[in-house]
């Protein structure tokens, strides 16, 4: 700043220093009150039966001991694995799936009343039929977790190519572009932003997934600690396991996010559908 | 009728709030007549639309003080309108809905309201499209809405921040004229925030030039031009010329 | 638009219009027509032949259908389902929308309540239903509480976002115009948050329908959810469809309502995309 700057605010007299506000500190509000919560559910918690409501350090301690024993990083790996397996399948089908699509009105007028009924179609009501068909094994865990990840991908993937300019299009027919490169050097990047906001949404839906089914299998998987801990009136190993999903759930929105950001760095972040 | 003293106002980094970050006005002082039209000019960064704000009442000046017909201004008030640049219609409602809503704010039943509402359309040249969402119309007649709309409240004082900046060349000359053939049917006062030299000329009784760095003003332009400006060409008016010349040689120095 | 005399001539003259060959993309309509019959002609034909228990067919789920709703027992369960429902997502939508209207425009409840509605809203609600059904039984209230849970964060995040996104400058029309803070509130911050509060409506109605059935086939008592547990342990395959179809029906249905809403609550913008 201008020294010049400097000299009209002392003339004026002005005050160099805004007065204290409670707002320029606003994580000092969130611990406060995060502090506040936590001491009333241990006060409180401590009084109630415990078979009913647990309190913060009973639930931290059933997490060191859940940790120590081995229990939540070999059940945390496999929830881990099967979403890996059905969240990639779901990627892959559903971009090359919404590329054609998109691309083709023929192809879009044939898929399109099906992917609909089954996108409306609430994915957990067909899980006891899956269950019938694939057993409780691994297949059909990544197939639910597929299920439920696959739609928003596939319509952002299908909404975003039929929104590709045509104008975009024309430049790469004006350089005499091939069918091939016009969809790999225009449309695709073109569309990468919409792909990435179907992934980004995708993920969430993947994780519900992985959830339900490993509720409803009951087998192997996080999902199925909740379930044992819940017969067994473990409120507390509970917690741990909620709060688990809970930070699985910000560190893979997070990671989608910052994936987003990266491949789409042209573009403001594109709201999804759903 | 409006009267600014020794008005100073220093902005402070948003993210350290002890930094000084820019003195957008320093001691700025100047008086307004009752009906008169002054235009206040000069280069982006030069506190002009910062000037228009603190007399809108909108944000507080740090030093000095407005005076209008003797009563300090602190807030917003009922003797004041402002025409923003960027129209600042309510997408919600139709047109005739942003006319009403000076109206409404103050409590006049909707009959009323609708009356006045409809007259001040009217005005503005905008009959028939009452029932027009603002994404419906041109950018042109958005801001007539938004003109119609501050003049229903019948003010002393007429506060407009750039409201042509965003129309088109052609549209923007045809707003001139009606601006000032509406001007001449009220006994309003006009204050006029803008950059372009032809327009202050075209428009005004008085240019006030401001400069950066600080903010401040650096000279009045008296307009001596001939009224109805928008009979025969002023524009072609050797004086016009003249006051122009004047006018880029103050803001150039 | 109509042609002219000098058109009509012109196009007579080129013998363009019966130039025009058949083409596959002028008849979309009937490609997708013959799709879904095609899709159904399939099932039914290679549906006979697998065996009942991992596969029906469509004409054994009409008659299942019938036979269902003539016992009364689907409708029973339905409309338990639908009650539960209707008191969770009303309930969920108030406090979302108040919620979301407090944290947006107050920093300080911003401050105090963000914590809690981050940490929950990135938790899957799913694997809150062993602790909910441990804590209020199988009853209703169990799955009430579901309902609300799913149904909250998409309206409470996007009335949020919405009364964050009203620009500035329509909130300064409101104060040049002499609006003090609750006319603000009422004319200018929640008209302009409406797109985004209805976006977020739209994503809840789905949601909550999602977190009823889970939570029904979790405890499979009752509601359409136990309905779907029961048909499918007693291998009924046919009978299995019939909820699945009501619930997509009403999936769609109830989209499409909030859809028609959002028209014609916020005519003046196009629908916003949800969070």
């Known amino acids: 700043m201008a020294s010049t700057d400097e000299q009209i605010i002392a003339e004026l007299g002005l005050r160099r220093e805004r007065p204290w506000s409670i707002y320029d500190y606003p994580n000092l509000i969130r611990a406060a009150s995060v502090l506040c919560f936590l001491s009333a559910w241990e006060i409180y918690g401590r009084r109630t039966d415990p078979l009913l409501l647990t309190y913060p350090t009973a639930v931290l301690s059933a997490a060191l001991q859940l940790i120590g024993t081995g229990e939540l990083p070999r059940q945390l790996m496999a929830s881990l694995a099967t979403l890996g397996v059905g969240f990639v399948l779901s990627v892959v089908l559903g971009v090359g799936l919404g590329l054609i699509m998109g691309r083709s009105r023929i192809a879009e007028a044939a898929f399109d009343p099906h992917m609909n009924a089954l996108y409306a179609t609430p994915q957990v009501a067909l899980i006891p039929l899956l269950m019938m068909w694939l057993g409780l094994g691994f297949t059909i865990k990544a197939v639910i977790i597929f299920s439920f990840a696959f739609f928003p991908i596939l319509i952002n993937t299908a909404s975003g190519v039929r929104n590709v300019g045509a104008a975009m299009v024309e430049v790469g027919r004006a350089y005499m572009a091939s069918h091939r490169q016009i969809l790999l050097k225009i449309i695709f990047p073109a569309a990468l932003p919409f792909i990435m906001a179907g992934v980004r949404i995708a993920i969430g839906r993947a994780v519900v997934g992985m959830v339900v089914a490993e509720l409803f299998t009951a087998i192997t998987g996080l999902g199925a600690m909740l379930t044992l801990y819940g017969n067994l009136f473990e409120t507390a190993k509970m917690f741990v396991v909620i709060i688990v999903f809970g930070l699985l759930g910000v560190a893979l929105i997070r990671a989608t996010q910052a994936l987003e950001n990266r491949m789409a760095r042209w573009k403001e972040t594109e709201r999804a559908t759903r | 009728m409006l009267e600014v003293r020794h008005l100073s106002k220093v902005f402070f980094e948003q993210n350290d709030p002890r930094k000084p970050g820019l003195v957008a006005l320093y001691d700025v002082s100047f008086s307004v007549r009752k009906n008169e039209f002054v235009c206040l000019l000069g280069p982006s960064g030069c506190g002009k639309t910062t000037l228009i704000r603190i007399i809108a009442g909108l944000i507080a000046a740090d030093k000095g003080e407005i005076l209008v017909n003797g009563a300090p201004v602190r807030e917003p008030g009922r003797d004041r309108c402002m025409v923003f640049q960027q129209f600042g219609l309510l997408p919600w409602r139709t047109a005739l809905g942003n006319v009403e809503f000076g109206l409404e704010i103050e409590g006049v039943p909707r009959e009323a309201r609708q009356k006045v509402a409809r007259r001040y359309l009217d005005l503005v040249g905008l009959n028939g499209f009452e029932n027009y969402y603002p994404h419906q119309i041109s950018g042109g007649m958005q801001q007539r809405v938004g003109i119609a709309r501050a003049l229903s409240k019948e003010p002393d004082i007429l506060l407009m921040d750039e409201p042509f900046g965003a129309v088109d060349a052609q549209t923007r000359e045809q707003l001139q004229e009606e601006l000032l053939k509406i001007w001449a049917k009220t006994d309003t006062t006009v204050i006029f925030v803008t950059h372009s030299i032809d327009e202050s000329v075209y428009l005004s009784d008085r240019v006030v030039v401001m400069q950066s760095r600080p903010g401040r003003i650096k000279e009045e332009v008296k307009v001596d031009l001939p009224r109805p400006r928008w009979e025969g060409d002023v524009k072609a008016d050797p004086r016009f010329a003249q006051l122009r010349a004047e006018i880029r040689e103050s803001l150039r120095t | ?275």
Do not use: C
């Not at chain 3, 004409?59 to 369960?77: D, K, N, P």
């Not at chain 3, 947006?104 to 899957?124: I, N, Q, S």
């Not at chain 3, 409506?201 to 909550?208: D, K, M, N, P």
């Open chain 3, 1 to 275: 638009m109509a042609l002219n005399a000098l058109e009509e001539t012109a196009l007579r003259d080129l013998d363009l219009a019966r130039a025009r060959t058949f083409r596959l993309t002028d008849h979309l309509g009937l490609i997708r027509g013959s799709s879904v019959v095609a899709v159904i002609l399939l099932w039914e034909f290679f549906g006979r032949d697998v065996n009942p228990l991992f596969l029906s067919y469509p004409s054994a789920i009409a008659r299942a259908t019938v036979q269902l709703l003539a016992a009364g027992e689907f409708q029973r369960q339905a409309l338990g389902s639908l009650q539960v429902y209707a008191v969770g997502l009303s309930a969920a939508l108030a406090l979302g929308i108040f919620l979301g209207l407090l944290m947006g425009r107050y920093r300080l409840a911003e401050y105090l309540l963000d914590p809690y509605v981050y940490a929950l809203d990135a938790t899957p609600r799913v694997a809150l239903i062993p602790l909910l059904l441990l804590w209020f039984g199988l009853g209703a209230s169990a799955r009430i509480a579901v309902v609300f849970l799913s149904g909250i964060f998409p309206v409470l995040m996007n009335t949020f976002s919405g009364v964050r996104t009203v620009s500035a400058d329509l909130v300064e029309v409101g104060r040049v115009y002499g609006a003090r803070e609750g006319k603000i509130f009422t004319k200018i911050i929640i008209p302009a948050s409406l797109p985004f509060i209805m976006a977020g409506i739209r994503l809840a109605v789905g949601r909550a329908l999602i977190g009823i059935i889970t939570a029904e086939m979790f405890a499979a008592v009752t509601g359409l959810g136990a309905l779907l547990i029961r048909y499918s342990s007693a291998l009924a395959t046919d009978k299995f469809f019939v909820p699945v179809i009501f619930l997509s029906l009403l999936g769609v249905i109830l989209s499409r309502a909030v859809e028609a809403l959002e028209r014609k609550m916020a005519p003046w913008k196009k629908t916003e995309r949800a969070l």
